[in-house]
């Protein structure tokens, strides 16, 4: 099956910091979502970014689907950023089954 | 509100017992789904279910069952066959249903509800 790797696995900043989550992928897809799972669990919806660039306030996100990579970007991190951060893709022709990575832990401090 | 309600928030169960959870949509989304999350590890699939009376099996079904008579509604039981059920369980839903070849982020998002945290003792 389709293969999803997060990197970096944990991550520590300092309040203010700036900071790229990259999401690989082994095989073409035609879903990308990057979400926030927050300390009690609840899973937020970033982005759907199957392919190009996507600006949400301190959020952006970039996937270069030839490539099969995403990225995202925390600018300006701030406490309530902390928590894991997973891509989760869906295989071109997967139906909507979504794959999710292993995710980034993110930890901001003040 | 609209939203994805899953119930109970901790549920504990003694071995050998099967337990039901609860997830209800009022978003009018045709597809739900189930995933399983263990700590430190991403979501996995356990089923999900396109349109009301139709479901499939994802990655993991062994030791699980589910139900959708409603559109609004797809419970998850968790039956005793499942060997290591301790683990945190996300239902979500997108409106996306049968028949759909080509999603949009309109009809592929998938919203999460908070979730239930099973504890076999």
């Known amino acids: 099956g389709i293969q999803v790797e997060q990197s970096p696995p944990d991550l520590i900043l300092q309040e203010g910091a700036n900071s790229t989550l990259r999401c690989n992928f082994s095989d073409s897809v035609n879903n990308l979502q990057w979400f926030h799972q927050n300390p009690w669990g609840q899973l937020i919806n970033l982005f759907y970014?199957?392919?190009g660039t996507k600006q949400n306030g301190r959020l952006s996100a970039t996937t270069v689907a030839t490539e099969r990579y995403s990225l995202l970007y925390i600018s300006s991190s701030q406490t309530t950023d902390s928590g894991v951060y997973f891509c989760a893709v869906i295989l071109t022709g997967g139906g909507n089954k979504l794959t999710f990575g292993t995710g980034t832990q993110l930890k901001v401090e003040l | 509100d609209g939203g994805i309600t899953q119930s109970p928030k901790y549920l504990f169960r003694k071995e050998g017992q099967n337990v039901t959870l609860s997830c209800e949509q009022n978003?009018?989304?045709?597809?739900m789904y189930w995933y399983r999350q263990d700590p430190g590890q991403g979501l996995r699939l356990i089923y999900y279910s396109q349109i009301v009376n139709d479901f499939q099996k994802g990655d993991i079904a062994e030791g699980y069952s589910v139900s959708r008579e409603k559109k609004e509604s797809f419970p998850l039981t968790v039956t005793s066959a499942q060997k290591n059920p301790t683990a945190f369980y996300l239902c979500?839903?997108?409106?996306?249903?049968?028949?759909?070849?080509?999603?949009?982020?309109?009809?592929?998002?998938?919203?999460f509800g908070p979730g239930t945290r099973l504890t076999v003792l």
């Open positions: 978003l009018n989304h045709d597809a």
């Open positions: 979500a839903s997108s409106i996306r249903g049968a028949g759909w070849t080509w999603g949009t982020e309109h009809t592929d998002t998938q919203y």
């Open positions: 970014i199957p392919s």
